[in-house]
């Protein structure tokens, strides 16, 4: 059975540029192995950066033995359930791509907090209209 998203359909990509996910697959899938629940999609900002790096989840920097090029605001990635909620609570959380936000990410966080927040994000620019 595929993977789902908190809103019951298909889990969709949420990143290549730079590839996400804890098994770099692009979508914020999960497994055993996931200890950390890397299943929200979210659309980085500034803010958000901030408050990582003061508790101690830089994804700024760059860290190219881990394949990691550092995030900008602007950049789809997995982040982790707990560490959103955090952000969440201290009011930095950024926005969530909720169809690309797997559905175990409601283990931690409850759907009406994700829809807050929640944003739709083409995959790119061809994808816009106008």
Do not use: K
């Not at 996400?20 to 629940?37: H, K, L, N, Y």
């Amino acid at each position: 059975m595929a993977d789902r998203n908190v809103l019951g359909g298909r889990l969709e990509t949420c990143g290549n540029d730079p590839v996400t996910g804890f098994f770099r697959d692009g979508c914020c899938t999960t497994g055993p192995e996931d200890v950390g629940s890397h299943t929200i999609c979210a659309v980085v900002t500034s803010a958000f950066l901030e408050h990582q790096s003061r508790i101690g989840n830089d994804l700024s920097t760059p860290a190219p033995a881990y394949g990691f090029p550092g995030l900008v605001p602007g950049d789809r990635w997995c982040v982790t359930a707990a560490n959103w909620l955090r952000a969440h609570l201290d009011g930095a959380a950024c926005y969530v791509v909720l169809a690309a936000t797997h559905e175990r990410a409601l283990d931690i966080v409850p759907l009406a907090v994700l829809r807050e927040h929640a944003v739709d994000v083409p995959e790119g620019p061809g994808s816009l209209s106008g």
